[in-house]
Structures are given as structure tokens and as C-alpha cells.
């Protein structure tokens, strides 16, 4: 009885000490990069690392921040200055005058309400419409469902440019009412909806929302859109804030879709704006337009960045 328990119990250890090894094993292999910590911790392996990290971070840095700072500084120079070459660093004189004569020459004000309320419009009817379709594919499951899904995301495959020309025949009359939609927010509004790719993220993000929480709104009564308001959109607050900044920077670039809609210049965007007057006003002062007309979606970006990332990356619950 002895020898049998003093055998288990070495067997029980040597089990242990293997899966003591594996874990280990797997730790080292999670661990293990390009370069190993024996070989950044001579000072030769660290020296090499810091210099291509900083060579690296360098070129990223004047790729991405290059025509940021061309386009700003353009904006402070003379016109013969911004057009000569080649072109200098920095401008000789600062001329701040140019911002505000692009702003009032180029009635950027009324441009940039315009974009404003083609943008939040697009974001209503996106929350309303993409909100209920995402919802009703992940938590209703209609007939048909995964395949109306893949129907939706076959579309991503599809090149935008190929479907301006469809698009624009169907605004032209729309089918069953009759309609011309040229000129008209609804002609920006409408073809926003059909976003497969923000039906897809709310689609995922709702899937990983546990089914008791719906089966114990279920017991006490609540309805499905009672179920929608009360507890999946407070819980899809990331994933709602990150379909929100993709619906107003995607109005706010666009530009050939604009163009074909809205010839009337007093309903045009603020792209289509700037196109359109850029033949009638010297170079600086249309490279100040640019750098206005980029100032706000570069400050989404900088406020909202943390909320985009953890938009993206939150796939399921915890507790």
C-alpha cells in the first residue's frame, strides 16, 4: 500500500513538473521577438535596437507629418514663394492674412455647415437603420439571416467607383416615388445607410453581448425594442461612438459622390466647395483652405483615437 501511494505520489509530481515545463516553454515562446533579452541587454544589442527604433520613428513620423507641414506653412507664405523651386522649409514671412481671406473669399463658413449637416444627418439615419439591421441579424435571427449577412458583405468586395454609376440613375428617379434627389440632402443621407462594413462591427459586437441578459428582459416582460433601448445600446456605447466618427469623417472626405449630387453651389460640401473656387484664388490662400477644411477631422481623430481603439477591440463581456 506503501510503494503503491509513494509511486502515485511521484507521479503525480513528475506530472506536475512536466506541465511546470510546458507552461514555461509556452511563456519563452510568447515572449520570444526579432530580437532575444539576451541579446538586448548587452549594450551593443541595445544601442542597434534604439537606433533603428529611432530611424524608424523618424522616417514614419516625416512620411505622415510631411504634407501636414507643407500644407500649414504653405498657407503662411507669399504666392510666388509657395510656387518656386524648389520649395523652402520654411516660410520667409509669415503671412497669417491668408487664412482669413480664404475663409471669407471662399465662404468656407457656409461650406462647412453644409458638411456639418450632410455629415450628422448621415449619422442619424446610419444609428437608426444600421442599429436595427445589426440587431436583427444577431439577436432576432430572421430568415435567411446569414445569408442576407453575406449578401451584405459581398458588397465590400465591390469597387465604390462601380457603383457611382447605379447610384446616381436610382437618385436621379428614385424607384416607386418618383423622385429626383439631385440637390437634396436626402441624395448624401440615403446612400449612407447602406454601410455594410458598420452593420458588420455592430453585428460582431452584439453577438458577443451574453443571451441571458435578453432572456431576463424576456421573463420580465420587455419587448424586443424595449430590449434594444434599455440594454443593448447602453452596453454598445464603444462600438456606437466608433460607427459614429466612421459616418462623419466618411461625408466629411468624400468627393466625387458630392460633386454628382449637390451642383448647386450653395449646397455643396466643403471638398466639392474648395474644388470648385480653387481656379478663382491664388495658391497660398487655397492651401489655407485645405488646412482649415482638414482641421476638424484631424481633431476627431486626436480627442477620439482612445475611443476608436477600444471601439474596435471590444469583442466581448467580462463577469
Given at each position: 500500500?506503501?510503494?503503491?501511494?509513494?509511486?502515485?505520489?511521484?507521479?503525480?509530481?513528475?506530472?506536475?513538473?512536466?506541465?511546470?515545463?510546458?507552461?514555461?516553454?509556452?511563456?519563452?515562446?510568447?515572449?520570444?521577438?526579432?530580437?532575444?533579452?539576451?541579446?538586448?541587454?548587452?549594450?551593443?544589442?541595445k544601442a542597434v535596437y534604439w537606433i533603428v527604433f529611432?530611424?524608424?520613428?523618424?522616417?514614419?513620423?516625416?512620411?505622415?507629418?510631411?504634407?501636414?507641414?507643407?500644407?500649414?506653412?504653405?498657407?503662411?507664405?507669399?504666392?510666388?514663394?509657395?510656387?518656386?523651386?524648389?520649395?523652402?522649409?520654411?516660410?520667409?514671412?509669415?503671412?497669417?492674412?491668408?487664412?482669413?481671406?480664404?475663409?471669407?473669399?471662399?465662404?468656407?463658413?457656409?461650406?462647412?455647415?453644409?458638411?456639418?449637416?450632410?455629415?450628422?444627418?448621415?449619422?442619424?439615419?446610419?444609428?437608426?437603420?444600421?442599429?436595427?439591421?445589426?440587431?436583427?441579424?444577431?439577436?432576432?435571427?430572421?430568415?435567411?439571416?446569414?445569408?442576407?449577412?453575406?449578401?451584405?458583405?459581398?458588397?465590400?468586395?465591390?469597387?465604390?467607383?462601380?457603383?457611382?454609376?447605379?447610384?446616381?440613375?436610382?437618385?436621379?428617379?428614385?424607384?416607386?416615388?418618383?423622385?429626383?434627389?439631385?440637390?437634396?440632402?436626402?441624395?448624401?443621407?440615403?446612400?449612407?445607410?447602406?454601410?455594410?462594413?458598420?452593420?458588420?462591427?455592430?453585428?460582431?459586437?452584439?453577438?458577443?453581448?451574453?443571451?441571458?441578459?435578453?432572456?431576463?428582459?424576456?421573463?420580465?416582460?420587455?419587448?424586443?425594442?424595449?430590449?434594444?433601448?434599455?440594454?443593448?445600446?447602453?452596453?454598445s456605447r464603444p462600438i456606437l461612438g466608433v460607427v459614429?466618427?466612421?459616418?462623419?469623417?466618411?461625408?466629411?472626405?468624400?468627393?466625387?459622390?458630392?460633386?454628382?449630387?449637390?451642383?448647386?453651389?450653395?449646397?455643396?460640401?466643403?471638398?466639392?466647395?474648395?474644388?470648385?473656387?480653387?481656379?478663382?484664388?491664388?495658391?497660398?490662400?487655397?492651401?489655407?483652405?485645405?488646412?482649415?477644411?482638414?482641421?476638424?477631422?484631424?481633431?476627431?481623430?486626436?480627442?477620439?483615437?482612445?475611443?476608436?481603439?477600444?471601439?474596435?477591440?471590444?469583442?466581448?463581456?467580462?463577469?
Amino acid at each position: 500500500m506503501a510503494s503503491n501511494t509513494l509511486v502515485s505520489r511521484r507521479g503525480s509530481t513528475s506530472r506536475k513538473s512536466a506541465r511546470r515545463r510546458s507552461e514555461g516553454g509556452a511563456e519563452r515562446a510568447r515572449q520570444r521577438t526579432l530580437i532575444s533579452p539576451a541579446q538586448l541587454g548587452r549594450p551593443r544589442g541595445k544601442a542597434v535596437y534604439w537606433i533603428v527604433f529611432g530611424l524608424v520613428m523618424v522616417v514614419f513620423t516625416a512620411v505622415f507629418l510631411g504634407p501636414l507641414y507643407w500644407m500649414v506653412t504653405g498657407g503662411l507664405k507669399t504666392t510666388q514663394e509657395v510656387v518656386q523651386s524648389p520649395p523652402t522649409a520654411f516660410p520667409s514671412s509669415i503671412h497669417t492674412e491668408n487664412y482669413s481671406q480664404a475663409w471669407t473669399v471662399m465662404d468656407l463658413s457656409k461650406l462647412l455647415f453644409n458638411t456639418l449637416y450632410y455629415a450628422f444627418g448621415a449619422l442619424a439615419f446610419q444609428l437608426i437603420f444600421d442599429v436595427a439591421a445589426a440587431y436583427s441579424l444577431s439577436k432576432l435571427r430572421p430568415v435567411f439571416g446569414k445569408v442576407i449577412l453575406g449578401m451584405m458583405l459581398a458588397t465590400l468586395m465591390i469597387p465604390a467607383t462601380v457603383l457611382v454609376v447605379p447610384q446616381y440613375l436610382t437618385v436621379l428617379d428614385v424607384p416607386l416615388v418618383q423622385r429626383n434627389l439631385v440637390n437634396s440632402p436626402w441624395a448624401i443621407w440615403l446612400p449612407s445607410v447602406t454601410n455594410a462594413f458598420n452593420i458588420f462591427l455592430l453585428k460582431r459586437f452584439f453577438d458577443s453581448i451574453p443571451g441571458e441578459l435578453l432572456d431576463a428582459a424576456a421573463m420580465d416582460g420587455a419587448s424586443p425594442l424595449r430590449t434594444l433601448r434599455s440594454i443593448i445600446l447602453p452596453i454598445s456605447r464603444p462600438i456606437l461612438g466608433v460607427v459614429s466618427i466612421f459616418a462623419v469623417v466618411g461625408v466629411w472626405k468624400d468627393f466625387l459622390w458630392p460633386m454628382l449630387t449637390l451642383p448647386d453651389p450653395g449646397k455643396q460640401t466643403l471638398n466639392v466647395g474648395i474644388y470648385s473656387l480653387a481656379s478663382g484664388v491664388p495658391e497660398n490662400v487655397l492651401i489655407a483652405a485645405l488646412t482649415i477644411a482638414s482641421i476638424p477631422t484631424l481633431l476627431i481623430f486626436l480627442l477620439f483615437q482612445r475611443n476608436i481603439m477600444s471601439g474596435l477591440t471590444a469583442g466581448g463581456l467580462k463577469g
